[in-house]
């Protein structure tokens, strides 16, 4: 099995500024795969590099085997993006702009007409088909973003912060989307604000920092490396304060507060046994225990928290984008 992207020490700079700094990741085929980052860690140059908007200062990145660069064709016709902006010819019935694209992309006009069709009634919007994109409802023009990305029928998806700006409900029902189209077989790529999304939808998630990759893994794997907290309330306050869990290396505190007792701990699930065995050798009757897990947002925090902006903001990356060809149609920038 192909890898949908193999990405080795990748680079890209813009002046003095090192926007991406030697970042190396792998993403399976047929994966649900989230690229994490704070505002200015390289996201949008990453993607911009992949799609052929941004030229790499070094390193090598290959799409399903194609280098982005040396075999830009192929790389090109195998990502479809949904960008966050929206990117779209509003002077065209929606139907019209994704027969473009398809065209764009070589494919004739009357298979274009079946596969637009085909795009609009997978996001649920076909019956807007004679609609212009402006008359569309926010919700409405995130499906067509998708839409436009799959009408080329791409092995890669790429989605950028898909639902930003959207309420609970729809957002709710583009995760049904993705979800479906990952089951069927395409590769994901999502970038996302949303922790929850992320921990919700992907198998695996790289975080992405001042330009470097400091974590890939499971969402699972990631709040894993997070402490936990034990809440207990006792019956009553204790006397004295029996010692607990003494040489167990994965507890990093113990608090009392009168009636509770609240440990931090790693795997908080396996020591809380041996906790309420203890607390019952004491004589402390337990009234309630809670046990609460790290969030991946906590991790994510922890992990981007060094505060240094090294990289460019968002809009500075999409100021230097610059395609880097045009021919066909293959460049191009707001299709």
């Known amino acids: 099995m192909t890898n949908a992207l193999e990405i080795t020490n990748l680079r890209k700079s813009y002046g003095d500024v090192q926007a991406l700094d030697g970042v190396s990741l792998t993403v399976p085929e047929g994966s649900f795969f ?24 070094g390193g ?57 069709a085909d795009a609009l009634k997978r996001v649920g919007i076909y019956d807007k088909r004679n609609t212009r994109f402006d008359w569309l409802s926010g919700g ?58 992320a921990e919700r939808l992907c198998d695996e998630v790289a975080i992405l920092d001042s330009g470097r990759v400091v974590a890939v893994a499971s969402p699972e794997a990631l709040k894993g490396r997070g402490a936990d907290h034990i809440t207990i309330h006792l019956h009553n306050a204790p006397h004295s304060r029996p010692q607990l869990l003494v040489g167990d290396d994965r507890v990093e505190s113990i608090e009392w507060n009168d009636d509770q007792l609240i440990v931090t701990a790693r795997e908080g699930g396996l020591i809380a046994p041996t906790l309420v065995r203890e607390l019952d050798r004491e004589g402390l009757e337990i009234v309630d225990m809670e046990i ?22 968002d809009q500075d990356e999409k100021e230097h984008a610059a395609p880097i060809a045009t021919d066909g149609g293959h460049g191009e920038r707001t299709q």
């Open 34 to 57: 989230g690229l994490l980052g704070p505002n200015g860690a390289g996201k949008t140059t990453f993607i911009s590099i992949l799609v052929g908007l941004v030229r790499k200062s």
């Open 60 to 116: 090598e990145a290959l799409v399903f085997g194609h280098d982005v660069e040396t075999d830009y064709r192929a790389a090109r016709d195998a990502i479809g993006l949904a960008p966050q902006e929206f990117n779209v010819d509003r002077f065209f019935p929606i139907h019209e702009v994704l027969e473009h694209k398809a065209g764009y992309h070589g494919i004739p006009a009357a298979e274009a007409r079946v596969r637009a």
């Open 140 to 197: 409405m023009k995130r499906r067509f973003m998708i839409a436009r990305a799959l009408v080329t029928e791409p092995e890669l998806l790429i989605l950028d912060e898909p639902s930003a700006g959207v309420d609970v409900q729809l957002r709710r029902d583009l995760w049904d989307l993705v979800t479906e189209l990952n089951e069927q077989g395409t590769t994901i790529l999502l970038t996302t604000h949303y922790i929850e999304e």
């Open 292 to 313: 609460a897990r790290t969030s991946l947002e906590e991790i994510f925090v922890e992990m981007t928290h060094s505060g240094v902006d090294r990289t460019p903001s």
